[in-house]
């Protein structure tokens, strides 16, 4: 059974940084790629972040790019989310997810996705 485990929310004042950790178990890590999507109240899942199985590719939503870095390390079966210059828009619920698909690059569309984490809250104030 395919678990994902997110840490590292909390809350945070504009202009600072939180690094998410999503720790997977349950199948062969580095053979899919993995997402970070995000929730706020009210509106959609949407995508933030995806990094392929080896690494080697990355992808941004524009709202993060040049502030949020996605990063892995097969070797502790992690994925990690460094976010910095944090606005209040940012502020939602944020989960990772494994890529349904092996060895293929990532996607951004959240039917790609077969497994999710419980998610961890991010809060930032003005």
């Known amino acids: 059974q395919v678990q994902l485990v997110e840490s590292g929310g909390g809350l945070v004042q504009a202009g600072g940084s939180l690094r998410l950790s999503c720790a997977a178990s349950g199948r062969t890590f580095n053979n899919y790629a993995m997402g970070w999507f995000r929730q706020a109240p009210g509106k959609e899942r949407e995508f933030v972040a995806a990094?392929?199985?080896?690494?080697?590719?990355?992808y941004y939503a524009d709202s993060v790019k040049g502030r949020f870095t996605i990063s892995r390390d097969n070797a502790k079966n992690t994925v990690y989310l460094q976010m910095n210059s944090l606005k209040p828009e940012d502020t939602a619920v944020y989960y990772c997810?494994?890529?349904?698909?092996?060895?293929?690059?990532?996607?951004?569309?959240?039917?790609?996705?077969?497994?999710w984490g419980q998610g961890t809250q991010v809060t930032v104030s003005s």
């Open positions: 990094i392929s199985w080896n690494g080697g590719s990355t």
């Open positions: 997810a494994t890529d349904r698909r092996y060895r293929v690059e990532l996607t951004t569309a959240r039917v790609g996705y077969d497994y």
